[in-house]
């Protein structure tokens, strides 16, 4: 079954301690991409990554960062996370048709 | 500066009625446009997507209307069910330079089908 997992779904922390959030892909596609969703500002797209070394900015990467070492994987990586990064997240993988992740709520305290 | 406009921001629709949903854009490089459904504590899914050169694409109840000289395109959902309760999302999607696509977002509709 094609799917992109992600983890946690859920986490509560505290501003500044560093968190990752992981996702993989089983459909060996070269594009993936994080987006945060929140009320009213619909899906932003944070960083993408066109293949395995290559990652580049999206709308919103300020805060954030990526690795993608692997061509599955696509963590999330949040240094010193702050309030304002309380959010819904989502990974995605696919160029044409994206495959969304099913999301990991952050809860920065 | 929003470049795919969508409206209205939620919409309630009696069973069977017919739920419409319009997006208007100004980028002309636009060359896919998917809209996605995505329900409660789901990530978005695609529904149904639509290239330029036609004008309608139809999936079961759900239909894309595109009209190119206007810059619009709008989802049709035919007899609407409660079970389409859920937020939609259009995109447009383009080629960046290095050979990478945009997908630029709409910001959602949230559709309510009374039983």
Same mark, same amino acid.
């Given at each position: ?11 509560? @922390? ?26 009213? %500002? ?10 395995? *070394? ?6 919103? !990467? ?7 070492? *692997? ?7 949040? &240094?010193?996370?702050? !309030?304002?990064? @309380?959010? %819904? ?7 044409? &048709? ?12 | 500066? #929003? ?5 209205? #921001?939620? $919409?309630?629709? #009696? ?7 319009? =997006? ?50 709008? $989802? ?13 999302? =259009? ?11 945009? $997908?630029?977002?709409? $910001? ?8």
């Amino acid at each position: 079954e094609a799917q992109v997992t992600q983890n946690p779904r859920y986490l509560i @922390t505290v501003t500044g301690k560093k968190l990752t959030v992981t996702c993989s892909q089983n459909m060996n596609h070269e594009y993936m991409s994080w987006y945060r969703q929140d009320p009213g %500002l619909g899906l932003r797209q944070i960083y993408y990554s066109m293949n395995v *070394e290559v990652t580049d900015k999206g709308d919103v !990467p300020e805060g954030y960062k990526v690795s993608r070492k *692997e061509k599955r994987n696509f963590p999330l990586i949040l &240094e010193s996370p702050s !309030p304002n990064q @309380t959010s %819904l997240y989502f990974c995605a993988s696919g160029t044409y &048709e994206q495959y969304f992740g099913p999301g990991t709520r952050l809860t920065v305290t | 500066q #929003q470049q795919v406009k969508q409206s209205p #921001q939620s $919409l309630i629709v #009696q069973k069977g009625g017919i739920s419409i949903i319009n =997006c208007a854009y100004e980028n002309t490089a636009f060359d896919y446009f998917p809209w996605y459904q995505q329900f409660p504590g789901k990530g978005p899914a695609l529904l149904i997507a639509i290239r330029p050169d036609v004008s309608e694409k139809k999936e079961g109840r759900f239909t894309i209307s595109f009209n190119k000289s206007a810059k619009q395109f709008s $989802l049709h959902i035919m007899d609407s069910q409660p079970g389409d309760s859920a937020t939609y999302f =259009c995109a447009a999607s383009k080629r960046n330079a290095g050979n990478n696509r945009k $997908l630029i977002w709409g $910001l959602g509709t949230s559709l309510a089908v009374n039983p």
